[in-house]
């Protein structure tokens, strides 16, 4: 018999609107019986169906909901579900490399789906998804007919589901670097060992957004493979890019030299000290860019983040030359836009700089964001002039 859960009185209200997660503390009692990450039926405190999701009793999110009537998780679902999903990438014109799949904002929580030309890269983050892993394989086969498709569910996030970190080639063959062309750039995409699934598509629109603040010198700072550094390259005089990682120097490295360009030069470095020296030599830029990785990953690391983010951001401000931007961004959904704007505010004021804001954008289409669920709203991209 199907798990049957019963939330407390009140506590629908967030799932009705449209949320998938239903926390461990919010539920009143579960009938039923049947295995961990089986599909459980949800319902209000008064009795009233709210929907289905895989239960997982290890989880502080006991259930994700994912289906709203009578529908049941087989192949043929699946296989809507997917397609509804690629369906709306390729109405906005995504062909080459794109996310496929959002989790929660695709009605698919907890599966990640990315698309790198004739590969796949794919993070299955819950025991319900994982325990799909084959059926949701062969239906990826089905829709896409890639050349491979690599599992990167090696994050930490597993470990709250009972799960282990995995990396695994779950069909095909997958190269060390799969080639592709993004705002007319060619990039190698190291699927295997990049971060996240081997590259940052939620920046695809923003780096090209940032070329026509690029003229003159430009300082990229963590700078990964290379994302913004040729975006920037196609207008700039000289791009310096910036990151603690040797390979991710070496990744950018590469890309330069697989589209002729010759106007960067990487700095391997800790970007806080980088900054700091520049500051000290009085060196500064036309345009500084700051992409750093999530500097807090849970609500108690917020502080602590608040400072790094400022840290990094007044260090810039004071470095940029006069007219010049600073394009700043924050990937943590626990740094939410207002926070991150008085961060800013405040650097502003102790840089001793005037400085106003000219553009301010979110993650690409490509990762849209559910309203009711603040979760999926995570990126911000700010460009700012410091007069």
Not at 147 to 167: A, T
Not at 339 to 348: C, D, S
Not at 351 to 371: F, M, N, Y
Request: charged share 30%; with cysteine; net charge positive.
């Amino acid at each position: 018999m199907a798990y049957k859960v019963y939330l407390k009185k009140g506590e629908e209200k967030r799932i009705v609107a449209g949320h998938s997660w239903v926390y461990a503390n919010e539920v009143a009692k579960i009938d039923g019986k049947d295995k961990n990450g089986s599909l459980a039926e949800v319902y209000s405190f008064d009795g009233r169906f709210i929907g289905k999701g895989y239960i997982n009793h290890a989880s502080k999110i006991l259930v994700r909901v994912f289906i709203r009537n009578d529908e049941t998780d087989d192949e043929n679902f699946y296989m809507q579900r997917l397609k509804a999903a690629n369906d709306y990438r390729f109405r906005l014109g995504y062909r080459d490399c794109y996310r496929a799949v959002f989790a929660e904002a695709d009605d698919l929580p907890a599966l990640i789906v990315d698309k790198y030309g004739d590969y796949l890269a794919v993070q299955y983050l819950s025991l319900g998804i994982d325990m799909r892993k084959k059926l949701i394989c062969d239906c990826l086969v089905k829709l896409f007919a890639p050349k491979g498709i690599f599992e990167r569910s090696d994050v930490p996030v597993r470990k709250k589901e009972g799960l282990p970190e995995v990396k695994q080639v779950l069909y095909g063959k997958v190269p060390d670097y799969v080639e592709i062309t993004e705002n007319g750039l060619k990039m190698l995409v190291d699927i295997i060992n990049g971060q996240k699934t081997g590259y940052f598509l939620d920046q695809k629109e923003n780096r090209y957004a940032a070329r026509k603040y690029c003229r003159g010198e430009v300082l990229d700072c963590f700078c990964n493979s290379g994302g913004f550094s040729l975006n920037a390259s196609t207008v700039a005089d000289r791009v310096i890019s910036c990151d603690i990682s040797p390979l991710a120097l070496k990744n950018v490295s590469d890309n330069a030299n697989l589209n002729g360009i010759t106007n960067i030069e990487t700095l391997c470095g800790d970007v806080f000290e980088v900054l700091r020296n520049f500051r000290k030599m009085k060196r500064q830029f036309d345009t500084v860019i700051l992409d750093p990785p999530a500097f807090c990953k849970t609500s108690d690391e917020v502080k602590d983040a608040y400072r790094g983010y400022k840290d990094i951001n007044l260090t810039a401000m004071k470095i940029v030359k006069s007219g010049g931007f600073l394009i700043t961004c924050s990937c943590s959904h626990y740094m939410t836009a207002t926070l991150f704007e008085k961060m800013l505010i405040e650097a502003a004021k102790e840089s001793g700089r005037r400085v106003r804001c000219v553009e301010i954008k979110t993650q690409a289409p490509d990762h849209p964001a559910l309203l009711s669920a603040e979760e999926t709203q995570y990126l911000k991209f700010i460009v700012l002039q410091v007069i």
